[in-house]
């Protein structure tokens, strides 16, 4: 189902603040969309307002903890009473962590999960219902990951996230099959992003030598986010069904589909390449 004119559309955008988010505000503003930027960091969207303004779009920022259920639900009935129903929804709000498995403690999967799933959960399940209600052709974009197709060792907690994501949003295809409702679900590659980069999302074995190489192959291999941002305008205005964008994407998905033992194989051969593992 797509939506080829998002002019005067509201778009909601979940960590919005940097990234990936950061972008999309502006890909959808640069269409002309009423922005909904929302984040953890308030002091941030700041800046995200500015920028989307600038480009002659409206923009309302919301501070957010998308891990809340009860935050949730509060400020989507807040979005349904002052502006009405959503016609794009992006769940995009997420952290990493970095580490190996046995090497880190488990008090960082709590968070992940909190943020990274159920951030997804709440968003869909407070803001989809008005969305069928008003009628018409609306959409949602879940982001995933590649890790969620094929991780890299590591980042456990991570791809366990983003595999959940996947899922999720393919039971959400079915169930609303009979709506107006698009689900797109989005799956970056090797994005330069600050996910990699919060030393507080990265277990304490993993040295500094280690994270500078890390850090530099996603400077070297990445890609910037805008590139992820104007594929989710593509994806709302073709109505498409999964997003395969930056670099690898599309070939750990179809390497996949190949040989399981083929792709761990060469995932084990470029972590030990790069050195962080």
């Known amino acids: 189902m797509a939506i080829p004119n998002l002019k005067n559309k509201r778009v909601l955008i979940t960590g919005a603040a940097s990234g990936i988010g950061r972008e999309a505000a502006l890909a959808f503003a640069r269409r002309g969309a009423h922005i909904i930027a929302t984040d953890i960091n308030s002091d941030a969207l700041k800046g995200v307002q500015t920028e989307v303004e600038a480009l002659g779009a ?42 190996q498995f046995l090497q880190s403690d488990l008090a960082h999967w709590q968070r992940v999960m909190d943020i990274n799933v159920m951030g997804v959960v709440h968003g869909c399940y407070h803001f989809i219902p008005q969305m069928i209600k008003a009628g018409g052709t609306r959409h949602v974009l879940n982001v995933a990951s590649v890790a ?35 689900v797109t679900t989005v799956c970056p590659g090797v994005i330069n992003t600050p996910i990699t980069q919060a030393r507080s999302n990265i ?26 941002a104007e594929g989710m305008v593509r994806a709302v205005q073709k109505g498409q069904d999964l997003l395969l964008v930056g670099p690898f994407a599309k070939l750990i998905f179809h390497l996949k589909r190949l040989s399981l033992g083929l792709m761990r194989r060469v995932m084990l051969s470029d972590a030990r390449k790069i050195g962080y593992l």
């Open 58 to 99: 409206a923009c309302m920022t919301y501070k957010l903890d998308v891990s809340s259920e009860s935050e949730m639900q509060a400020f989507a009935e807040h979005i349904h009473t002052t502006l009405g129903p959503l016609d794009v929804l992006i769940n995009n709000a997420g952290i990493g962590y970095l580490g």
């Open 148 to 182: 969620g197709i094929y991780p890299s060792p590591t980042m456990a907690a991570y791809a366990a996230s983003k595999h959940a994501v996947f899922g999720f949003s393919e039971v959400l295809k079915m169930e609303l099959a009979d709506t107006d409702i698009g």
């Open 203 to 228: 277990s304490p074995s993993v040295s500094e030598a280690q994270l500078k190489r890390l850090h530099a192959y996603y400077q070297a291999k990445g890609c910037e986010p805008e590139l992820v």
